[in-house]
Protein backbone atom coordinates (compact mmCIF):
# COMPACT_ATOMS: atom_id res chain seq x y z
CA UNK A 1 0.00 0.00 0.00
CA UNK A 2 1.47 3.44 -0.69
CA UNK A 3 2.24 5.52 2.50
CA UNK A 4 4.27 7.93 3.54
CA UNK A 5 7.42 6.03 3.44
CA UNK A 6 7.06 4.07 0.04
CA UNK A 7 6.45 7.52 -1.03
CA UNK A 8 9.75 8.56 1.05
CA UNK A 9 11.62 5.67 -0.58
CA UNK A 10 10.84 6.73 -4.20
CA UNK A 11 12.16 10.43 -3.50
CA UNK A 12 15.24 9.47 -1.63
CA UNK A 13 16.18 7.13 -4.42
CA UNK A 14 15.41 10.16 -6.85
CA UNK A 15 12.46 8.25 -8.85
CA UNK A 16 9.96 10.99 -8.12
CA UNK A 17 10.09 14.31 -7.07
CA UNK A 18 7.86 15.93 -4.56
CA UNK A 19 7.37 18.70 -7.78
CA UNK A 20 5.78 16.20 -9.71
CA UNK A 21 3.63 14.69 -6.50
CA UNK A 22 2.31 18.53 -5.87
CA UNK A 23 1.50 19.00 -9.94
CA UNK A 24 -0.40 15.45 -10.05
CA UNK A 25 -2.55 16.90 -6.57
CA UNK A 26 -3.15 19.79 -8.38
CA UNK A 27 -4.17 18.90 -11.54
CA UNK A 28 -6.78 16.12 -9.41
CA UNK A 29 -8.33 19.21 -7.58
CA UNK A 30 -8.15 21.13 -10.92
CA UNK A 31 -10.23 18.25 -12.68
CA UNK A 32 -12.85 17.63 -9.70
CA UNK A 33 -12.66 19.61 -6.80
CA UNK A 34 -15.82 21.53 -8.55
CA UNK A 35 -17.70 18.32 -8.74
CA UNK A 36 -17.00 17.92 -4.91
CA UNK A 37 -16.04 20.89 -3.41
CA UNK A 38 -13.57 19.42 -0.39
CA UNK A 39 -11.44 22.65 -0.89
CA UNK A 40 -12.53 25.96 -0.70
CA UNK A 41 -9.22 27.71 -1.59
CA UNK A 42 -5.67 26.41 -3.22
CA UNK A 43 -3.13 28.85 -4.14
CA UNK A 44 -1.03 26.79 -6.57
CA UNK A 45 2.07 29.55 -6.54
CA UNK A 46 2.55 28.71 -3.41
CA UNK A 47 1.77 25.21 -3.66
CA UNK A 48 4.98 25.00 -6.09
CA UNK A 49 7.37 27.58 -4.03
CA UNK A 50 6.95 24.95 -1.24
CA UNK A 51 7.63 22.31 -3.36
CA UNK A 52 10.62 23.25 -5.30
CA UNK A 53 11.86 24.69 -1.87
CA UNK A 54 11.17 21.13 -0.28
CA UNK A 55 12.50 18.87 -3.51
CA UNK A 56 16.01 21.18 -3.01
CA UNK A 57 16.16 19.97 0.71
CA UNK A 58 15.77 16.44 -0.44
CA UNK A 59 18.67 16.93 -3.12
CA UNK A 60 20.40 18.04 -0.20
CA UNK A 61 19.50 15.46 2.34
CA UNK A 62 18.53 18.25 4.82
CA UNK A 63 14.66 17.18 4.24
CA UNK A 64 12.29 16.90 7.24
CA UNK A 65 10.49 13.77 8.25
CA UNK A 66 7.42 14.82 6.65
CA UNK A 67 9.13 15.62 3.42
CA UNK A 68 7.07 13.97 0.48
CA UNK A 69 3.32 14.33 2.60
CA UNK A 70 0.80 16.47 0.69
CA UNK A 71 -1.33 17.48 3.60
CA UNK A 72 -5.26 19.57 3.36
CA UNK A 73 -5.95 21.66 6.20
CA UNK A 74 -9.56 22.13 7.46
CA UNK A 75 -10.58 25.96 7.06
CA UNK A 76 -10.70 26.21 10.99
CA UNK A 77 -7.02 26.04 11.96
CA UNK A 78 -4.74 29.29 11.22
CA UNK A 79 -2.06 29.62 8.18
CA UNK A 80 -0.48 32.20 8.66
CA UNK A 81 -0.80 34.84 5.51
CA UNK A 82 -4.06 32.10 4.62
CA UNK A 83 -7.52 32.87 4.97
CA UNK A 84 -9.52 31.23 7.97
CA UNK A 85 -13.07 31.70 7.39
CA UNK A 86 -14.67 28.85 9.67
CA UNK A 87 -16.95 28.39 6.34
CA UNK A 88 -18.82 31.57 8.22
CA UNK A 89 -19.19 35.28 6.71
CA UNK A 90 -18.56 36.52 9.89
CA UNK A 91 -14.66 35.42 8.68
CA UNK A 92 -15.02 35.81 4.91
CA UNK A 93 -12.18 38.41 5.09
CA UNK A 94 -9.84 37.30 7.98
CA UNK A 95 -6.41 36.44 7.09
CA UNK A 96 -4.46 34.81 10.25
CA UNK A 97 -1.17 36.19 11.29
CA UNK A 98 0.22 33.55 13.21
CA UNK A 99 0.62 29.60 12.38
CA UNK A 100 -1.20 27.33 15.14
CA UNK A 101 1.29 24.47 16.20
CA UNK A 102 -0.11 21.88 14.38
CA UNK A 103 0.86 24.32 11.01
CA UNK A 104 4.36 25.03 12.87
CA UNK A 105 4.87 21.60 13.34
CA UNK A 106 4.34 20.43 9.46
CA UNK A 107 6.24 23.23 8.42
CA UNK A 108 9.42 22.79 10.31
CA UNK A 109 8.67 19.09 9.22
CA UNK A 110 8.91 19.92 5.65
CA UNK A 111 4.98 18.60 4.57
CA UNK A 112 3.51 20.79 1.99
CA UNK A 113 0.45 22.36 2.84
CA UNK A 114 -1.82 22.49 -0.03
CA UNK A 115 -5.13 24.34 0.60
CA UNK A 116 -7.77 24.43 3.02
CA UNK A 117 -11.10 22.28 3.10
CA UNK A 118 -14.46 22.79 3.36
CA UNK A 119 -15.82 22.27 6.70
CA UNK A 120 -19.28 23.00 8.52
CA UNK A 121 -19.66 26.89 9.75
CA UNK A 122 -17.35 26.39 12.90
CA UNK A 123 -17.18 22.95 13.04
CA UNK A 124 -21.31 23.16 13.85
CA UNK A 125 -22.52 20.43 11.86
CA UNK A 126 -22.29 16.52 10.43
CA UNK A 127 -22.68 17.07 6.90
CA UNK A 128 -20.69 20.15 5.71
CA UNK A 129 -24.00 21.51 4.35
CA UNK A 130 -23.60 24.81 6.60
CA UNK A 131 -20.92 26.39 4.80
CA UNK A 132 -21.03 29.57 3.09
CA UNK A 133 -18.94 27.40 0.04
CA UNK A 134 -21.78 25.12 -0.84
CA UNK A 135 -21.80 21.95 0.53
CA UNK A 136 -18.80 18.96 0.03
CA UNK A 137 -20.30 16.32 -2.31
CA UNK A 138 -19.71 12.81 -1.45
CA UNK A 139 -16.49 10.96 -3.57
CA UNK A 140 -18.55 7.79 -4.08
CA UNK A 141 -21.36 9.46 -4.72
CA UNK A 142 -22.23 13.48 -5.21
CA UNK A 143 -26.00 13.14 -4.35
CA UNK A 144 -25.24 11.76 -0.85
CA UNK A 145 -23.22 14.17 2.19
CA UNK A 146 -19.65 13.69 2.95
CA UNK A 147 -20.62 13.94 6.56
CA UNK A 148 -18.83 16.98 8.82
CA UNK A 149 -17.49 18.60 10.09
CA UNK A 150 -14.44 18.39 9.01
CA UNK A 151 -15.98 17.04 5.57
CA UNK A 152 -13.56 18.75 2.74
CA UNK A 153 -10.74 17.16 4.48
CA UNK A 154 -12.09 13.63 4.40
CA UNK A 155 -13.70 14.10 0.83
CA UNK A 156 -10.11 15.61 -0.15
CA UNK A 157 -8.57 12.76 1.32
CA UNK A 158 -10.76 10.36 -0.32
CA UNK A 159 -11.01 11.78 -4.13
CA UNK A 160 -7.08 11.69 -4.28
CA UNK A 161 -6.60 15.61 -3.94
CA UNK A 162 -3.74 15.03 -0.65
CA UNK A 163 -2.51 12.30 0.69
CA UNK A 164 -3.51 13.30 4.31
CA UNK A 165 -5.62 16.35 6.02
CA UNK A 166 -6.30 17.90 9.48
CA UNK A 167 -9.63 18.06 10.79
CA UNK A 168 -11.02 18.65 14.31
CA UNK A 169 -13.38 16.29 16.51
CA UNK A 170 -15.32 18.41 19.10
CA UNK A 171 -18.36 15.29 18.79
CA UNK A 172 -16.78 12.83 15.91
CA UNK A 173 -16.42 15.83 13.13
CA UNK A 174 -13.14 13.23 12.06
CA UNK A 175 -14.68 9.64 12.58
CA UNK A 176 -17.86 10.64 11.20
CA UNK A 177 -16.65 12.01 7.65
CA UNK A 178 -14.00 9.51 7.20
CA UNK A 179 -16.43 7.01 7.49
CA UNK A 180 -18.91 8.31 5.27
CA UNK A 181 -15.57 8.87 2.81
CA UNK A 182 -13.89 5.66 3.35
CA UNK A 183 -10.56 7.27 4.33
CA UNK A 184 -8.82 6.73 8.04
CA UNK A 185 -9.84 9.45 10.76
CA UNK A 186 -8.15 9.64 13.93
CA UNK A 187 -9.30 12.06 17.13
CA UNK A 188 -6.57 11.80 19.74
CA UNK A 189 -7.00 11.67 23.34
CA UNK A 190 -8.20 15.70 24.73
CA UNK A 191 -4.62 17.53 25.03
CA UNK A 192 -2.87 15.11 22.96
CA UNK A 193 -2.51 17.81 20.59
CA UNK A 194 -1.84 21.16 21.03
CA UNK A 195 -5.39 23.52 20.33
CA UNK A 196 -3.49 26.33 19.85
CA UNK A 197 -4.35 28.26 16.42
CA UNK A 198 -7.52 26.08 16.56
CA UNK A 199 -10.35 28.64 16.28
CA UNK A 200 -12.59 27.33 19.32
CA UNK A 201 -15.83 25.72 19.20
CA UNK A 202 -16.20 23.62 22.41
CA UNK A 203 -12.93 24.11 24.17
CA UNK A 204 -13.14 20.74 26.73
CA UNK A 205 -14.31 19.06 23.84
CA UNK A 206 -11.83 20.40 20.39
CA UNK A 207 -9.56 18.04 18.82
CA UNK A 208 -7.37 18.60 16.01
CA UNK A 209 -6.21 14.74 14.02
CA UNK A 210 -5.49 13.37 10.89
CA UNK A 211 -7.58 11.95 7.86
CA UNK A 212 -5.29 9.59 5.78
CA UNK A 213 -6.01 6.84 3.13
CA UNK A 214 -4.11 4.52 5.48
CA UNK A 215 -3.53 3.55 9.24
CA UNK A 216 0.34 3.63 8.53
CA UNK A 217 0.23 7.23 7.33
CA UNK A 218 -2.67 8.55 10.54
CA UNK A 219 0.72 7.19 13.16
CA UNK A 220 3.14 9.61 11.43
CA UNK A 221 1.35 12.68 11.11
CA UNK A 222 0.01 11.79 14.49
CA UNK A 223 3.40 11.29 15.58
CA UNK A 224 4.46 15.14 14.46
CA UNK A 225 0.93 16.91 15.54
CA UNK A 226 1.11 15.61 19.27
CA UNK A 227 3.32 16.52 21.94
CA UNK A 228 3.21 19.53 24.80
CA UNK A 229 2.97 23.18 23.75
CA UNK A 230 3.65 26.46 26.32
CA UNK A 231 0.87 27.95 24.00
CA UNK A 232 -1.75 25.99 25.04
CA UNK A 233 -2.30 25.23 28.65
CA UNK A 234 -4.09 22.02 28.87
CA UNK A 235 -1.82 20.05 26.51
CA UNK A 236 -0.24 17.24 27.96
CA UNK A 237 3.30 17.26 28.59
CA UNK A 238 2.90 13.31 29.04
CA UNK A 239 6.12 12.32 26.48
CA UNK A 240 5.03 11.23 22.46
CA UNK A 241 4.96 7.89 21.87
CA UNK A 242 6.40 6.26 18.40
CA UNK A 243 3.29 5.66 16.96
CA UNK A 244 4.66 4.88 13.27
CA UNK A 245 6.90 2.23 14.79
CA UNK A 246 4.15 0.90 17.30
CA UNK A 247 1.93 0.24 14.37
CA UNK A 248 5.01 -1.50 12.29
CA UNK A 249 5.14 -3.82 15.07
CA UNK A 250 2.56 -7.07 15.30
CA UNK A 251 -0.27 -6.22 17.68
CA UNK A 252 -0.09 -9.23 19.78
CA UNK A 253 -3.12 -10.75 21.07
CA UNK A 254 -5.75 -7.70 21.47
CA UNK A 255 -8.45 -7.61 23.53
CA UNK A 256 -11.41 -5.85 21.82
CA UNK A 257 -14.11 -5.10 23.76
CA UNK A 258 -17.84 -4.90 22.21
CA UNK A 259 -20.34 -2.89 23.70
CA UNK A 260 -23.53 -4.35 22.88
CA UNK A 261 -25.05 -0.74 23.55
CA UNK A 262 -23.18 0.03 20.08
CA UNK A 263 -24.93 -2.40 18.32
CA UNK A 264 -28.65 -2.05 19.23
CA UNK A 265 -31.69 -0.12 17.65
CA UNK A 266 -30.85 2.28 14.94
CA UNK A 267 -27.51 0.51 13.51
CA UNK A 268 -28.26 -0.18 9.47
CA UNK A 269 -28.34 -4.22 9.48
CA UNK A 270 -25.99 -4.50 6.77
CA UNK A 271 -23.56 -2.42 8.73
CA UNK A 272 -24.04 -4.24 11.76
CA UNK A 273 -23.47 -7.50 9.80
CA UNK A 274 -20.34 -6.21 8.03
CA UNK A 275 -18.40 -5.25 11.09
CA UNK A 276 -19.42 -8.54 13.08
CA UNK A 277 -18.15 -10.77 9.77
CA UNK A 278 -14.95 -8.51 10.11
CA UNK A 279 -14.49 -9.06 13.98
CA UNK A 280 -15.05 -12.31 13.80
CA UNK A 281 -12.11 -12.70 11.01
CA UNK A 282 -9.91 -10.39 13.37
CA UNK A 283 -10.94 -13.44 16.74
CA UNK A 284 -9.27 -16.37 13.65
CA UNK A 285 -6.13 -13.64 13.61
CA UNK A 286 -5.70 -13.92 17.36
CA UNK A 287 -7.72 -10.92 18.80
CA UNK A 288 -10.15 -11.98 22.19
CA UNK A 289 -13.56 -10.38 21.50
CA UNK A 290 -14.98 -9.66 25.23
CA UNK A 291 -18.89 -8.38 25.88
CA UNK A 292 -18.60 -4.84 27.76
CA UNK A 293 -21.55 -2.40 28.80
CA UNK A 294 -21.63 1.53 28.47
CA UNK A 295 -24.82 1.78 30.09
CA UNK A 296 -24.43 5.66 30.04
CA UNK A 297 -23.45 5.84 26.21
CA UNK A 298 -27.90 6.47 25.23
CA UNK A 299 -27.18 9.89 27.08
CA UNK A 300 -24.09 11.26 25.23
CA UNK A 301 -25.93 13.23 22.93
CA UNK A 302 -28.02 15.24 25.24
CA UNK A 303 -24.98 15.93 27.87
CA UNK A 304 -22.80 16.93 24.33
CA UNK A 305 -25.43 19.36 22.94
CA UNK A 306 -25.74 21.15 26.81
CA UNK A 307 -22.05 21.13 27.64
CA UNK A 308 -20.89 22.19 23.53
CA UNK A 309 -23.15 24.68 23.17
CA UNK A 310 -22.96 26.17 26.61
CA UNK A 311 -18.89 26.52 25.65
CA UNK A 312 -20.12 27.92 22.00
CA UNK A 313 -21.97 30.64 23.29
CA UNK A 314 -18.92 31.86 25.14
CA UNK A 315 -16.46 31.14 22.80
CA UNK A 316 -18.49 32.84 20.22
CA UNK A 317 -18.89 36.32 21.91
CA UNK A 318 -15.61 37.16 20.18
CA UNK A 319 -17.27 37.92 17.51
CA UNK A 320 -18.61 41.37 17.43
CA UNK A 321 -17.88 43.21 14.44
CA UNK A 322 -14.94 45.20 16.24
CA UNK A 323 -11.60 43.78 15.71
CA UNK A 324 -11.98 41.70 12.92
CA UNK A 325 -14.61 39.60 10.96
CA UNK A 326 -17.53 40.93 9.45
CA UNK A 327 -19.03 44.81 10.57
CA UNK A 328 -22.23 45.48 9.75
CA UNK A 329 -23.13 49.15 7.75
CA UNK A 330 -23.08 51.45 10.79
CA UNK A 331 -24.79 54.36 8.66
CA UNK A 332 -27.72 51.90 8.12
CA UNK A 333 -27.64 51.25 11.70
CA UNK A 334 -27.88 54.63 12.87
CA UNK A 335 -30.84 54.94 10.27
CA UNK A 336 -32.89 52.01 12.19
CA UNK A 337 -32.08 53.05 15.21
CA UNK A 338 -33.44 56.80 14.78
CA UNK A 339 -36.52 55.40 12.78
CA UNK A 340 -36.85 52.97 16.32
CA UNK A 341 -37.19 56.00 18.36
CA UNK A 342 -39.43 58.25 16.56
CA UNK A 343 -41.70 55.30 16.12
CA UNK A 344 -41.41 54.97 20.10
CA UNK A 345 -41.53 58.38 21.04
CA UNK A 346 -45.06 58.44 18.77
CA UNK A 347 -46.21 55.45 20.83
CA UNK A 348 -45.22 56.59 24.24
CA UNK A 349 -45.87 60.82 24.01
CA UNK A 350 -43.58 61.34 26.67
CA UNK A 351 -40.09 61.67 26.62
CA UNK A 352 -39.97 59.96 30.06
CA UNK A 353 -41.53 56.74 28.84
CA UNK A 354 -39.41 56.81 25.78
CA UNK A 355 -35.99 56.93 28.00
CA UNK A 356 -37.37 53.76 29.82
CA UNK A 357 -38.21 52.16 26.71
CA UNK A 358 -35.44 49.50 26.76
CA UNK A 359 -33.48 50.54 23.02
CA UNK A 360 -30.53 49.51 21.95
CA UNK A 361 -27.21 51.94 22.27
CA UNK A 362 -25.29 52.49 19.14
CA UNK A 363 -22.40 50.07 20.04
CA UNK A 364 -24.45 47.02 21.14
CA UNK A 365 -26.62 47.40 18.06
CA UNK A 366 -23.55 47.17 15.98
CA UNK A 367 -22.80 44.23 17.94
CA UNK A 368 -25.76 42.52 17.48
CA UNK A 369 -26.06 43.06 13.56
CA UNK A 370 -22.78 41.98 12.50
CA UNK A 371 -23.52 38.64 14.45
CA UNK A 372 -27.00 38.67 13.40
CA UNK A 373 -25.27 39.10 9.34
CA UNK A 374 -22.57 37.10 10.03
CA UNK A 375 -23.70 33.96 11.82
CA UNK A 376 -25.36 30.83 9.92
CA UNK A 377 -29.05 29.28 11.06
CA UNK A 378 -27.09 26.26 12.61
CA UNK A 379 -24.60 28.57 15.17
CA UNK A 380 -27.30 30.64 15.56
CA UNK A 381 -29.19 27.85 16.78
CA UNK A 382 -26.29 26.24 19.44
CA UNK A 383 -25.55 30.23 20.58
CA UNK A 384 -28.91 30.68 21.49
CA UNK A 385 -29.35 26.85 23.39
CA UNK A 386 -25.58 27.44 25.34
CA UNK A 387 -27.05 31.01 26.26
CA UNK A 388 -30.65 28.95 27.26
CA UNK A 389 -28.38 26.54 29.29
CA UNK A 390 -26.33 29.04 31.19
CA UNK A 391 -28.87 31.65 32.11
CA UNK A 392 -30.01 32.13 35.76
CA UNK A 393 -32.40 29.70 36.98
CA UNK A 394 -31.87 26.87 34.35
CA UNK A 395 -27.65 26.56 35.17
CA UNK A 396 -27.94 23.70 37.72
CA UNK A 397 -30.92 21.75 35.88
CA UNK A 398 -28.74 21.85 32.31
CA UNK A 399 -25.14 22.33 32.54
CA UNK A 400 -24.18 20.85 36.28
CA UNK A 401 -26.41 17.94 35.45
CA UNK A 402 -24.70 17.46 31.95
CA UNK A 403 -21.32 18.24 33.76
CA UNK A 404 -22.13 15.34 36.30
CA UNK A 405 -23.84 12.75 33.47
CA UNK A 406 -20.13 13.34 31.92
CA UNK A 407 -18.73 12.11 34.71
CA UNK A 408 -20.71 8.92 34.45
CA UNK A 409 -19.92 8.47 30.96
CA UNK A 410 -15.99 8.62 31.47
CA UNK A 411 -16.27 6.05 34.75
CA UNK A 412 -18.45 3.30 31.87
CA UNK A 413 -15.26 3.60 29.99
CA UNK A 414 -12.61 4.00 32.91
CA UNK A 415 -14.21 0.51 34.17
CA UNK A 416 -14.71 -1.00 30.58
CA UNK A 417 -10.76 -0.32 29.86
CA UNK A 418 -9.68 -2.57 32.98
CA UNK A 419 -11.17 -5.23 30.93
CA UNK A 420 -9.88 -4.67 27.63
CA UNK A 421 -7.17 -2.79 25.11
CA UNK A 422 -9.51 -0.89 22.92
CA UNK A 423 -13.91 -1.13 22.38
CA UNK A 424 -14.68 -1.80 18.85
CA UNK A 425 -18.08 -0.10 17.24
CA UNK A 426 -19.41 1.06 14.05
CA UNK A 427 -18.66 4.61 13.22
CA UNK A 428 -22.16 6.00 12.47
CA UNK A 429 -25.23 4.34 12.57
CA UNK A 430 -25.70 4.34 8.38
CA UNK A 431 -24.01 5.57 5.61
CA UNK A 432 -23.73 8.99 4.02
CA UNK A 433 -27.21 10.35 3.54
CA UNK A 434 -28.76 12.16 1.20
CA UNK A 435 -27.83 16.08 0.32
CA UNK A 436 -30.70 18.21 1.68
CA UNK A 437 -32.13 15.08 4.11
CA UNK A 438 -31.51 16.73 7.61
CA UNK A 439 -31.37 19.79 6.95
CA UNK A 440 -34.69 20.76 8.46
CA UNK A 441 -34.75 18.63 11.30
CA UNK A 442 -31.16 19.72 13.29
CA UNK A 443 -32.41 17.15 16.35
CA UNK A 444 -32.03 13.90 13.54
CA UNK A 445 -28.63 15.88 12.07
CA UNK A 446 -27.05 15.33 16.02
CA UNK A 447 -28.41 11.65 16.47
CA UNK A 448 -25.78 11.03 13.54
CA UNK A 449 -22.64 11.43 16.34
CA UNK A 450 -24.38 8.71 18.46
CA UNK A 451 -21.46 6.42 18.19
CA UNK A 452 -18.62 9.16 18.39
CA UNK A 453 -19.70 11.47 20.96
CA UNK A 454 -19.44 9.27 23.78
CA UNK A 455 -15.58 9.63 23.17
CA UNK A 456 -15.34 13.06 22.83
CA UNK A 457 -17.61 13.71 26.66
CA UNK A 458 -14.69 10.99 28.21
CA UNK A 459 -11.55 12.45 26.57
CA UNK A 460 -10.82 9.48 25.20
CA UNK A 461 -9.13 8.41 21.51
CA UNK A 462 -10.71 6.41 18.73
CA UNK A 463 -10.30 5.73 14.91
CA UNK A 464 -12.40 5.29 12.06
CA UNK A 465 -10.97 2.91 9.83
CA UNK A 466 -12.62 1.67 6.50
CA UNK A 467 -14.85 -1.35 6.77
CA UNK A 468 -16.46 -2.20 4.01
CA UNK A 469 -18.77 -0.92 0.81
CA UNK A 470 -22.77 -1.03 1.53
CA UNK A 471 -24.89 -2.28 -0.84
CA UNK A 472 -25.81 1.34 -2.01
CA UNK A 473 -22.28 1.71 -3.07
CA UNK A 474 -21.05 3.77 -0.27
CA UNK A 475 -18.69 3.32 2.15
CA UNK A 476 -18.85 2.83 5.93
CA UNK A 477 -16.04 2.56 9.14
CA UNK A 478 -15.28 0.80 12.22
CA UNK A 479 -14.24 2.27 15.07
CA UNK A 480 -11.90 1.84 17.78
CA UNK A 481 -11.79 3.56 21.08
CA UNK A 482 -8.98 3.79 23.84
CA UNK A 483 -8.36 4.80 26.86
CA UNK A 484 -6.51 8.19 27.21
CA UNK A 485 -3.41 8.24 25.68
CA UNK A 486 -3.31 4.90 24.36
CA UNK A 487 -3.33 6.08 20.32
CA UNK A 488 -1.01 2.92 20.21
CA UNK A 489 -3.44 0.48 21.03
CA UNK A 490 -6.67 1.96 19.04
CA UNK A 491 -3.67 2.60 15.59
CA UNK A 492 -2.79 -1.46 16.27
CA UNK A 493 -6.02 -2.63 15.97
CA UNK A 494 -6.93 -0.67 13.17
CA UNK A 495 -3.74 -1.56 11.77
CA UNK A 496 -4.77 -5.00 12.09
CA UNK A 497 -8.63 -4.53 10.82
CA UNK A 498 -6.97 -2.73 7.89
CA UNK A 499 -4.46 -5.45 6.82
CA UNK A 500 -7.88 -8.38 6.77
CA UNK A 501 -8.97 -6.20 3.92
CA UNK A 502 -5.69 -6.52 1.36
CA UNK B 1 -41.07 23.31 31.45
CA UNK B 2 -41.46 24.61 27.81
CA UNK B 3 -39.39 27.46 25.85
CA UNK B 4 -41.74 30.36 24.30
CA UNK B 5 -41.15 32.70 22.17
CA UNK B 6 -40.44 35.40 24.39
CA UNK B 7 -37.74 33.01 26.11
CA UNK B 8 -35.93 32.89 22.77
CA UNK B 9 -36.00 36.60 21.84
CA UNK B 10 -34.97 37.24 25.88
CA UNK B 11 -31.82 34.94 24.93
CA UNK B 12 -31.20 35.93 21.80
CA UNK B 13 -30.93 39.75 23.22
CA UNK B 14 -28.47 38.37 25.97
CA UNK B 15 -26.59 36.56 22.99
CA UNK B 16 -26.42 39.50 21.05
CA UNK B 17 -28.65 38.11 18.09
CA UNK B 18 -31.58 39.43 16.74
CA UNK B 19 -34.12 37.17 15.64
CA UNK B 20 -37.06 37.75 13.19
CA UNK B 21 -40.40 36.29 14.33
CA UNK B 22 -40.10 33.44 11.85
CA UNK B 23 -36.93 32.62 13.30
CA UNK B 24 -37.67 32.74 16.55
CA UNK B 25 -40.54 30.79 16.27
CA UNK B 26 -38.58 28.42 14.33
CA UNK B 27 -36.23 28.12 17.22
CA UNK B 28 -38.64 27.99 19.53
CA UNK B 29 -39.99 24.70 18.22
CA UNK B 30 -36.24 23.25 17.65
CA UNK B 31 -35.36 24.40 21.30
CA UNK B 32 -38.29 22.29 22.61
CA UNK B 33 -37.74 19.52 20.67
CA UNK B 34 -34.08 19.09 21.68
CA UNK B 35 -34.36 20.21 25.38
CA UNK B 36 -37.08 17.79 25.46
CA UNK B 37 -34.44 15.25 24.27
CA UNK B 38 -32.41 16.50 27.05
CA UNK B 39 -34.92 16.02 29.64
CA UNK B 40 -33.64 12.21 29.86
CA UNK B 41 -30.81 13.45 31.88
CA UNK B 42 -33.64 13.30 34.54
CA UNK B 43 -34.19 9.42 34.57
CA UNK B 44 -30.51 9.60 36.20
CA UNK B 45 -29.73 9.99 39.83
CA UNK B 46 -26.83 12.18 40.14
CA UNK B 47 -26.92 13.64 43.58
CA UNK B 48 -23.77 11.79 44.72
CA UNK B 49 -21.63 12.50 41.58
CA UNK B 50 -19.34 15.32 41.00
CA UNK B 51 -19.28 17.27 37.99
CA UNK B 52 -16.23 16.35 35.76
CA UNK B 53 -14.97 19.90 34.31
CA UNK B 54 -12.03 18.93 32.92
CA UNK B 55 -11.64 15.69 31.16
CA UNK B 56 -7.64 14.66 31.33
CA UNK B 57 -8.41 16.17 35.28
CA UNK B 58 -5.26 18.55 35.38
CA UNK B 59 -5.13 19.14 38.58
CA UNK B 60 -2.21 22.19 38.61
CA UNK B 61 -1.67 24.32 36.21
CA UNK B 62 1.71 24.21 34.61
CA UNK B 63 3.85 27.03 35.46
CA UNK B 64 6.34 28.99 33.19
CA UNK B 65 9.20 31.62 33.94
CA UNK B 66 7.34 34.93 34.10
CA UNK B 67 9.52 36.36 31.15
CA UNK B 68 8.05 39.35 28.42
CA UNK B 69 7.65 37.82 24.77
CA UNK B 70 7.33 39.54 21.59
CA UNK B 71 3.37 39.70 21.31
CA UNK B 72 2.24 40.10 17.95
CA UNK B 73 2.78 43.32 15.98
CA UNK B 74 0.57 46.02 16.85
CA UNK B 75 0.38 46.11 12.61
CA UNK B 76 -0.91 42.73 12.80
CA UNK B 77 -3.22 43.63 15.66
CA UNK B 78 -5.15 45.80 13.68
CA UNK B 79 -4.79 43.93 10.23
CA UNK B 80 -8.09 42.26 10.50
CA UNK B 81 -10.07 45.43 11.72
CA UNK B 82 -13.06 46.36 10.07
CA UNK B 83 -12.14 49.83 10.89
CA UNK B 84 -9.08 51.32 12.90
CA UNK B 85 -6.76 54.57 12.31
CA UNK B 86 -2.54 53.67 13.01
CA UNK B 87 -3.13 53.17 16.49
CA UNK B 88 -6.43 52.14 17.43
CA UNK B 89 -9.68 50.31 16.47
CA UNK B 90 -12.45 52.23 15.76
CA UNK B 91 -16.25 51.61 17.54
CA UNK B 92 -19.31 54.00 17.21
CA UNK B 93 -19.07 56.86 20.08
CA UNK B 94 -20.52 54.90 23.68
CA UNK B 95 -20.45 58.26 25.53
CA UNK B 96 -22.76 61.35 24.42
Known amino acids: MKNLLSVQEQLQSGKRKVTDICEEYLQTIKETNSEVNAFVSVDDEDVRKQATNIQQKIDAGTAGKLAGMVIGVKDVICEKGKKVTCASHILHNFESVYDATVIKKLKNEDAILIGRTNMDEFAMGSSTENTIYGPSKNPANSDFVVGGSSGGSAAAVAANMCDTSLGSDTGGSIRQPASYCGVVGLKPTYSRVSRYGLVAYASSFDCIGPFSKNVTDAAILLEHLAGDDPMDNSSSAKPVENYSEAVAESSGKLKIGVPKEYFGEGLDDEIRQGIEDRLKELEKDGAELVPVTLPHMKYGIATYYILATAEASSNLARYDGIRYGHRADFEKIEEELSLERKELKKAAGTSTALEAADIDSPLIRLYKKSRTEGFGTEVKRRIILGTYVLSAGYYDAYYGKAQKVRRLIKQDFLDAFQQVDVIVSPTAPTTAFKLGENQDDPLQMYLNDVYTISANLAGICGISVPAGTHSNGLPYGVQFMGNTFHEVDILRAAKQFESLQS | ?96
Open chain 2, 1 to 96: MSVTKDDVQYVANLARLQLTDEEAENFKEDMNDILGYIDQLNELDTEDVEPLEHVTEITASKFREDEAKEPISHDDALKNAPDADSDYFRVPRVIE
